[in-house]
């Protein structure tokens, strides 16, 4: 199989996008070079001049699978473009983080890394990711010398326990990955969807019923709720809150006081409306990055 290679978007940089914290299933081999997976498949890509190489890719896999996850299509120059005339406050953030793009990710997996992803560092994070799929999913061949495994399907993980979950390293979390497992597979609320069937069901839903669905499983609060909704549902208005929006929202723009995270996100709600979510990507990675120089 040939590799596909296209013109790289102007506003799009592989490694700000794959680094910026919303995914966690791929692996960096060399200087804008990773392999990963998503949708039940696996993908060595790079990053060269103004080029993406997808290696053994075809144009129709391209087109079906990676055009789509990558969120290529969008117009980010406009989306920057209206966040800065919204807000002149996002301008040191954009700039810095100018090349992210959201990504388009399955339900499911989002749905559990996130859970996986309280009070857990994004190394952290991925290991387990890894591990999960390394031991539950299917495997999809090698991808520059490195073995990927899919992440596993609701199905395949039909019957682990808390147990098998912790040997994982999932700690209190693995209660709720297997709630979240068994509200999918007993169709409590999900009607047994696929990720496309997710999709649909939660097209015709409000951002904020959205998040009242995904918060009905053990565990799952705001934060989770809007992750998955912005990265897997394409709500995107919605407007993850953790520690490092919390401090940077705070500092800018409520005087460095303590601030309810509900007053936050009321706030953003109304400054960013339908655009919400890419503030949010340029504000938390920003942040995470510029905390990072000040150690």
Same mark, same amino acid.
């Given at each position: 199989?040939?590799?596909?290679?296209?013109?790289?978007?102007?506003?799009?940089?592989?490694? $700000?996008?794959?680094?910026?914290?919303?995914? +966690?299933?791929?692996?960096?081999?060399?200087?804008?070079?990773?392999?990963?997976?998503?949708?039940?498949?696996?993908?060595?890509?790079? $990053?060269?001049?103004?080029?993406?190489?997808?290696? /053994?890719?075809?144009?129709?896999?391209?087109?079906?699978?990676?055009?789509?996850?990558?969120?290529?299509?969008?117009?980010?120059?406009?989306?920057?473009?209206?966040?800065?005339?919204?807000?002149?406050?996002?301008?040191?953030?954009?700039?810095?983080?100018?090349?992210?793009?959201?990504?388009? $990710?399955?339900?499911?997996?989002?749905?559990?890394?996130?859970?996986?992803?309280? /009070?857990?560092?994004?190394?952290?994070?991925?290991?387990?990711?890894? %591990?999960?799929?390394?031991?539950?999913?299917?495997?999809?061949?090698?991808?520059?010398?490195?073995?990927?495994?899919?992440?596993?399907?609701?199905? $395949?993980?039909?019957?682990?326990?808390?147990?098998?979950?912790?040997?994982?390293?999932?700690?209190?979390? %693995?209660?709720?990955?297997?709630?979240?497992?068994?509200?999918?597979?007993?169709?409590?609320?999900?009607?047994?969807?696929?990720?496309?069937?997710?999709?649909? +069901?939660?097209?015709?839903?409000? /951002?904020?019923?959205?998040?009242?669905?995904?918060?009905?499983?053990?565990?799952?609060?705001?934060?989770?709720?809007?992750?998955?909704?912005?990265?897997?549902?394409?709500?995107?208005?919605?407007?993850?809150?953790?520690?490092?929006?919390?401090?940077?929202?705070?500092?800018?723009?409520?005087?460095?006081?303590?601030?309810?995270?509900?007053?936050?996100?009321?706030?953003?709600?109304?400054?960013?409306?339908?655009?919400?979510?890419? %503030?949010?990507?340029?504000?938390?990675?920003?942040?995470?990055?510029?905390?990072?120089?000040?150690?």
């Amino acid at each position: 199989m040939s590799n596909y290679i296209v013109k790289k978007e102007t506003e799009f940089d592989l490694e $700000q996008t794959l680094e910026c914290g919303q995914c +966690f299933h791929f692996l960096k081999i060399a200087d804008e070079e990773y392999v990963l997976t998503a949708y039940g498949r696996g993908l060595h890509i790079k $990053q060269e001049g103004d080029e993406l190489i997808f290696y /053994n890719t075809t144009k129709k896999d391209f087109d079906l699978i990676w055009r789509h996850y990558f969120d290529l299509d969008r117009d980010y120059k406009s989306v920057k473009k209206r966040l800065l005339e919204t807000d002149k406050e996002l301008e040191e953030a954009i700039k810095a983080k100018w090349g992210v793009y959201i990504l388009n $990710q399955s339900f499911f997996e989002t749905l559990i890394s996130f859970i996986i992803s309280q /009070n857990k560092q994004i190394p952290h994070i991925k290991k387990i990711v890894w %591990a999960m799929s390394e031991k539950y999913g299917d495997y999809l061949g090698e991808y520059a010398g490195v073995k990927l495994y899919a992440f596993p399907t609701p199905e $395949q993980l039909r019957s682990v326990t808390e147990d098998d979950l912790k040997e994982l390293k999932t700690g209190f979390r %693995a209660a709720y990955i297997k709630d979240a497992i068994d509200k999918v597979l007993n169709l409590e609320y999900s009607n047994g969807l696929s990720n496309e069937d997710f999709m649909s +069901f939660f097209s015709n839903l409000s /951002n904020k019923d959205c998040l009242k669905e995904l918060m009905k499983i053990k565990g799952v609060g705001l934060k989770v709720a809007s992750c998955v909704s912005l990265f897997a549902l394409g709500k995107r208005d919605s407007f993850p809150i953790d520690v490092w929006i919390k401090r940077i929202m705070i500092a800018k723009y409520f005087d460095g006081k303590e601030t309810k995270i509900e007053d936050i996100e009321s706030f953003a709600k109304e400054k960013y409306k339908d655009l919400g979510g890419y %503030a949010q990507q340029y504000l938390f990675y920003y942040a995470r990055d510029l905390a990072k120089t000040k150690k």
